[in-house]
């Protein structure tokens, strides 16, 4: 259960509350990104893009400018950096009161994002890649969301094994933890990494077993949006997934998932309100925590 102490994050003097569930959009600028490459890749399309997010309930807005698909080609550095200076200053500009999170494992792409603007910086390494990673946020004092992936894109869906997925996730988030408030990070989110470097079964084991990750007492972000897990199982294409989308990210709220990344934001507002309605009405606690117990609870009963 979320400890009293997370019930908001520090988004450069903003105050993101956590209460309840939350929809992060996801705005790629990239040409080759699996589900959107090159959609947004010009300025007015981010812009348009971004807007409709943010009127449809997004927020945040997680901005990508390197592909991280399986099988992904490597991006430079100064492509990174050039393909987010040339987008994320309008994008900050035109939406003020919009908060921006960076996708990044880059601690140099980190300091220069949040320079430009972004509150939150989003490393699907974990802290893994980049060495300066933690010290770098340390300093910077903004949200780190720090995802469990094995392996990087172009190699992670190389045959992924583990001896018991859960077991290694929390004990790679408990570590990686210790080690970044050492270097003085504050607000941590995690993200399982759904579909980096897990098979089909890993990947819905993990979701099954979601509510494990509250042991971490940090919020839980999910990312299922369009995602081969979806689409492999329900034998659906990216434009046919949206359903399998919407059924994952419930399941993930009804396991106390506080941030759900997507591409289809109206969507995922929906199903976080319906799952509010449902829960709101029985106490003054908050959705995540009153779902969470629930569920506890139910597993408790199952056993006796």
């Given at each position: 259960?979320?400890?009293?102490?997370?019930k908001t994050i520090n988004c450069q003097g903003r105050?993101?509350?956590?209460?309840?569930?939350?929809?992060?959009?996801?705005?790629?600028?990239?040409?080759?990104?699996?589900?959107?490459?090159?959609?947004?890749?010009?300025?007015?399309?981010?812009?348009?893009?971004?807007?409709?997010?943010?009127?449809?309930?997004?927020?945040?807005?997680?901005?990508?400018?390197?592909?991280?698909?399986?099988?992904?080609?490597?991006?430079?550095?100064?492509?990174?950096?050039?393909?987010?200076?040339?987008?994320?200053?309008?994008?900050?500009?035109?939406?003020?009161?919009?908060?921006?999170?960076?996708?990044?494992?880059?601690?140099?792409?980190?300091?220069?994002?949040?320079?430009?603007?972004?509150?939150?910086?989003?490393?699907?390494?974990?802290?893994?890649?980049?060495?300066?990673?933690?010290?770098?946020?340390?300093?910077?004092?903004?949200?780190?969301?720090?995802?469990?992936?094995?392996?990087?894109?172009?190699?992670?869906?190389?045959?992924?094994?583990?001896?018991?997925?859960?077991?290694?996730?929390?004990?790679?988030?408990?570590?990686?933890?210790?080690?970044?408030?050492?270097?003085?990070?504050?607000?941590?989110?995690?993200?399982?990494?759904?579909?980096?470097?897990?098979?089909?079964?890993?990947?819905?084991?993990?979701?099954?077993?979601?509510?494990?990750?509250?042991?971490?007492?940090?919020?839980?972000?999910?990312?299922?949006?369009?995602?081969?897990?979806?689409?492999?199982?329900?034998?659906?294409?990216?434009?046919?997934?949206?359903?399998?989308?919407?059924?994952?990210?419930?399941?993930?709220?009804?396991?106390?998932?506080?941030?759900?990344?997507?591409?289809?934001?109206?969507?995922?507002?929906?199903?976080?309100?319906?799952?509010?309605?449902?829960?709101?009405?029985?106490?003054?606690?908050?959705?995540?925590?009153?779902?969470?117990?629930y569920a506890q609870d139910d597993n408790l009963k199952?056993?006796?």
């Amino acid at each position: 259960m979320l400890n009293s102490n997370l019930k908001t994050i520090n988004c450069q003097g903003r105050l993101l509350s956590l209460e309840d569930p939350l929809v992060m959009g996801i705005l790629n600028i990239t040409p080759d990104s699996f589900s959107d490459g090159g959609q947004f890749w010009h300025e007015k399309d981010a812009l348009n893009h971004c807007e409709k997010m943010l009127n449809e309930g997004a927020e945040i807005i997680d901005i990508g400018a390197v592909s991280t698909k399986p099988f992904a080609d490597d991006v430079s550095l100064e492509e990174e950096k050039k393909r987010l200076q040339n987008i994320l200053p309008t994008l900050v500009k035109t939406f003020p009161h919009a908060i921006f999170s960076v996708d990044t494992f880059r601690s140099e792409i980190a300091r220069m994002a949040v320079s430009e603007g972004a509150s939150i910086i989003n490393d699907i390494s974990g802290g893994q890649a980049d060495e300066h990673m933690f010290k770098t946020i340390g300093e910077l004092q903004v949200p780190y969301v720090m995802m469990h992936t094995q392996g990087m894109p172009q190699t992670m869906q190389v045959e992924p094994k583990y001896d018991d997925v859960m077991n290694e996730l929390i004990v790679f988030f408990a570590k990686q933890i210790a080690s970044a408030h050492q270097a003085g990070v504050l607000d941590i989110i995690v993200d399982p990494g759904f579909g980096f470097g897990k098979n089909l079964e890993h990947n819905y084991e993990i979701l099954g077993r979601l509510e494990r990750f509250q042991i971490l007492e940090k919020p839980i972000m999910v990312g299922f949006s369009k995602k081969s897990m979806i689409r492999n199982l329900l034998e659906v294409d990216i434009e046919n997934s949206l359903n399998g989308t919407t059924v994952t990210n419930t399941v993930a709220l009804l396991k106390g998932a506080n941030i759900l990344r997507v591409h289809d934001v109206k969507e995922a507002v929906e199903a976080v309100k319906i799952i509010k309605k449902c829960y709101s009405e029985r106490s003054e606690e908050s959705v995540s925590k009153q779902i969470l117990r629930y569920a506890q609870d139910d597993n408790l009963k199952s056993k006796t």
